[in-house]
């Protein structure tokens, strides 16, 4: 089972608080139910504070004790059991619902070092590639900025510029020339 990376205590709705070393105690219960050997005592574990934990998951009906032959056995509930599988979910936030995009709702939002985007990968790209189409559409009808008459100049790629073909040039050779006095 892989280790679920939450810390000191959670609670979900519906169900009582839970700390990490419950939780720890509770599915360490629930392998022994599922190896077929349910019945544990307290001189089964060496966990520290055991008993403190075993009371506490008693007292929210997890587990349950029954007399054994020389000592106390304790067992797993289905009370426990669904707690158990409710608190195994990851908490939110760290790869739970919340971590899957809003807009595919399938896959993983994207990963950055220090944050978490909003969307995944493939959402960001294709709202990028929508946002860039719409741009475009929206500026194919456009007049140049500069001299306010002529339609914008469309490149052999078929990409819109800034500016007419004219202005275009002439901003270009301008821009040449500066970098040559520049240079000078
Ligand atoms: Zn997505
Ligand atoms: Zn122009």
Not at 13 to 28: K, S
Not at 118 to 133: A, I, N
């Amino acid at each position: 089972m892989s280790e679920v990376p939450w810390k000191s205590c959670r609670r979900l709705t519906g169900y009582p608080t839970v700390t990490w070393r419950m939780f720890v105690v509770l599915r360490w219960f629930e392998e022994c139910r599922v190896k077929e050997f349910p019945f544990v005592t307290v001189a089964d574990v060496s966990i520290p504070y055991f008993g403190t934990t075993l009371k506490a998951l008693e007292r929210h009906g997890f587990i349950f004790s029954s007399p054994g032959r020389d000592e106390v056995c304790f067992s797993i509930t289905g009370v426990g059991q669904r707690a158990l599988r409710a608190y195994s979910k990851p908490p939110r936030g760290m790869g739970g619902r919340e971590a899957l995009c809003p807009r595919c709702k399938s896959r993983a939002k994207e990963q950055f070092p220090h944050s978490r985007g909003v969307w995944c990968t493939e959402c960001r790209r294709e709202s990028v590639r929508k946002y860039q189409k719409m741009k475009a559409a929206r500026r194919a009808g456009a007049i140049c900025p500069c001299c306010r008459e002529r339609p914008l100049h469309r490149t052999s790629s078929g990409r819109l510029r800034g500016y007419c073909r004219e202005c275009h040039n002439s901003k270009e050779r301008a821009r040449q020339q500066e970098k040559r006095q520049h240079h000078e």
